[in-house]
């Protein structure tokens, strides 16, 4: 026997099996006629769409991406209605379609920020150096002028360890 959970989102009944296969309860349940009435709950296959990388299913006309309805799955207490700067689903690995929940995890606006593929660096004309800068707290942190393109992206990176850690 397979296993799932079932959780309500947006007044719709899931079940969800894993990160590929969730359904939802459709409205509307058959009965059989006659004395015998029963309800026969009929369950459907939702759809994936691929939006920008990331895997989304509708619910009640909303879009709503699929990492947020795993995590739901696995943490029923979630609000997956809050959508505060607090209450983001970063995905640990940055691919936006790997959805486990072991790639999951909740975090700030600024923690998702963090976890991406940013550069750190660019080319300053002025100074006819490669420039290394980093953000954090909405503060731009300069960290040097560099000779060689590979310096520039060494400081960025070391310094995205210091200033970019996720607790």
């Given at each position: ?24 309860l ?33 619910i ?92 520039a ?6 310094a ?8």
């Amino acid at each position: 026997m397979t296993e799932y959970i079932e959780f309500e989102v947006f007044g719709v009944m899931l079940r969800y099996y894993d990160e590929e296969r969730i359904e939802r309860l459709m409205t509307g349940r058959g009965t059989t006629s006659g004395a015998n009435k029963k309800n026969t709950a009929k369950w459907k296959t939702m759809t994936q769409t691929n939006m920008n990388g990331y895997k989304s299913i509708c619910i009640t006309d909303k879009n709503v991406r699929v990492h947020r309805v795993v995590f739901k799955a696995h943490n029923l207490s979630w609000d997956i209605t809050d959508n505060s700067k607090n209450n983001f689903i970063d995905h640990i690995d940055m691919v936006r379609s790997n959805n486990k929940i072991e790639n999951l995890r909740i975090a700030t606006n600024q923690q998702n920020l963090f976890n991406t593929d940013a550069k750190g660096y660019c080319f300053h004309k002025g100074e006819n150096k490669y420039q290394a800068r980093i953000m954090r707290d909405s503060k731009m942190i300069h960290l040097g002028y560099f000779t060689k393109e590979a310096d520039a992206h060494e400081a960025y990176l070391n310094a995205k360890l210091i200033y970019h850690k996720l607790v």
